[in-house]
């Protein structure tokens, strides 16, 4: 691996990634934090603020914070979630002979042998 070859091939990415961290660097260092920070009202619940924007019910004045609602983003996240645990199901099942079989059915089972003795 000390051939001319190898070296040639890392120098670009290395270059990239010293000219993106220089360029992150000077970002951060020409931004202006001028705005004390600030908290949230003692007696308010971030929890259930939190609640309430995702399921977007800042309207009904139950919020004690303001913030945007995200009832949309819920629910794409909902559905994408969904959707990758019916994909993760399909994938765990194979065909044999026509029929779908659960992938581990037959590594933890005799397969259905009397006597389980794995014959």
């Known amino acids: 691996m000390s051939n001319d070859e190898s070296r040639g091939s890392r120098i670009a ?9 220089a360029l992150i660097a000077a970002t951060v260092n020409a931004a202006a934090f001028e705005a004390a920070p600030a908290g949230f009202p003692a007696d308010a619940s971030v929890v259930h603020n939190i609640g309430y924007a995702l399921f977007d019910l800042g309207a009904y004045d139950v919020a004690t914070i303001p913030a945007e609602g995200f009832l949309a983003a819920f629910l794409i996240a909902a559905v994408a979630l969904d959707v990758a ?35």
């Open 85 to 119: 645990v019916d994909g993760a199901v399909y994938l765990a099942k194979r065909e044999e002979d026509g029929s779908i079989v659960s992938a581990v059915g037959q590594a933890l089972t005799d397969g259905g042998r009397d006597g389980g003795d794995g014959r």
């Open 13 to 21: 990415p290395a270059i990239a990634v010293g000219a993106l961290f």
